[in-house]
């Protein structure tokens, strides 16, 4: 084989594997279509038809742990506390067991969806009445539905959650 000859076999060779490699990068990296649904990602305003019940506190407020865990499942996890043992379970609520009953609980509710209103207390179980109490970023009633204090608080968004205290203020 003539010094010709192996200089274009190394040349073919080199192209074929330049070739080897862009080929699949190319493949990897090249532009596609953004079928991403940006709208419903980043969906904000209250619900429309109504406020959806997230979960009804009246029942499992001030019950012992077991009827709570017949209704909410099992605690994802629990910790002690300076008043009692502390739980959180899904559907983003969280409980503070106080001498063995569920009393202080903390609801999330989904950001941005639903307006700081007193329509706001359908997601727990409540009835929408006039706040006792009205802050920048609260509202507060006292003696609701069986319960000691209802507080709901919130942004320019929407409500953030809602603190309700069963039994202790």
Same mark, same amino acid.
């Given at each position: 084989?003539?010094?010709? =000859?192996? +200089?274009? #076999?190394?040349?073919?060779?080199?192209?074929?594997? #330049?070739?080897?490699?862009?080929?699949?990068?190319?493949?990897? &990296?090249?532009?596609?279509?953004?079928?991403? !649904?940006?709208?419903?990602?980043?969906?904000? /305003?209250?619900?429309?038809?109504?406020?959806?019940?997230?979960? !009804?506190?009246?029942?499992?407020?001030?019950?012992?742990?077991?009827?709570?865990? $017949? &209704?909410? /499942?099992?605690?994802?996890?629990?910790? =002690? $506390?300076?008043?009692? @043992?502390?739980?959180?379970?899904?559907? @983003?609520? @969280? +409980? *503070?067991? *106080? !001498?063995?009953?569920?009393?202080?609980?903390?609801? %999330?509710?989904?950001?941005? %969806? +639903?307006?700081?209103?007193?329509?706001? &207390?359908?997601?727990?179980?409540?009835?929408?009445?006039?706040?006792?109490? *009205? /802050?920048?970023?609260?509202?507060?009633?006292?003696?609701? /539905?069986? &319960?000691? !204090?209802? @507080?709901?608080?919130?942004?320019?968004?929407?409500?953030?959650?809602?603190?309700?205290?069963? +039994?202790?203020?």
């Amino acid at each position: 084989m003539t010094d010709r =000859a192996r +200089i274009f #076999l190394k040349l073919a060779l080199a192209t074929l594997l #330049l070739l080897a490699l862009a080929v699949p990068a190319w493949w990897a &990296l090249r532009p596609q279509p953004d079928r991403y !649904d940006y709208a419903a990602a980043f969906e904000t /305003g209250a619900v429309e038809a109504g406020v959806p019940l997230q979960v !009804d506190v009246t029942a499992f407020a001030g019950r012992p742990r077991a009827v709570v865990e $017949s &209704l909410l /499942g099992r605690p994802q996890g629990c910790e =002690a $506390s300076m008043y009692g @043992e502390r739980c959180r379970y899904a559907r @983003e609520v @969280e +409980i *503070v067991y *106080v !001498d063995g009953r569920a009393d202080w609980m903390t609801v %999330r509710y989904p950001y941005g %969806r +639903i307006a700081l209103a007193p329509a706001a &207390l359908a997601a727990i179980g409540l009835s929408p009445v006039e706040p006792h109490q *009205v /802050g920048s970023f609260s509202l507060r009633w006292q003696a609701i /539905g069986g &319960l000691h !204090d209802v @507080e709901l608080v919130g942004d320019e968004s929407g409500v953030l959650y809602a603190r309700i205290k069963a +039994i202790h203020g």
